[in-house]
Nanobody, 121 residues
Framework: QVQLVESGGGLVQPGGSLRLSCAAS????????MGWYRQAPGKERELVAA???????NYADSVKGRFTISRDNAKNTVYLQMNSLKPEDTAVYYC???????????????WGQGTLVTVSS
């Protein structure tokens, strides 16, 4: 069984910073893309940032220049450094990974449980 466990959410003032982490564990043969999504109250889940195993990244226009995604392949971990946070960044942030499970040797998509980020004064 594969798990994605997020950490690092919380309450921060506008203009502040937070760093989210997501560690994948379990019977994983390989991980391809990893990413972060978010869902604000009353809104659909949206892609925030993604990174391939080779390090190529893409970002939502709303976070370009403020957020940075990175990963440590040796630790099966992805990070999201969030700077200059705005109230509109308030949402539950979900980690996502495309992985090949040892048990099936097929690609699967996994999600973390979500971590709440609240930007408020």
């Amino acid at each position: 069984q594969v798990q994605l466990v997020e950490s690092g959410g919380g309450l921060v003032q506008p203009g502040g910073s937070l760093r989210l982490s997501c560690a994948a564990s379990g019977s994983i043969f390989r991980i391809n893309a990893m990413g972060w999504y978010r869902q604000a109250p009353g809104k659909e889940r949206e892609l925030v940032a993604a990174i391939t195993s080779g390090g190529s990244t893409n970002y939502a226009d709303s976070v370009k220049g403020r957020f940075t995604i990175s990963r440590d392949n040796a630790k099966n971990t992805v990070y999201l450094q969030m700077n200059s946070l705005k109230p509109e960044d308030t949402a539950v942030y979900y980690c996502n990974a495309e992985f090949m499970a040892i048990a099936t040797m097929r690609w699967h998509e996994g999600w973390g449980q979500g971590t709440l980020v609240t930007v408020s004064s």
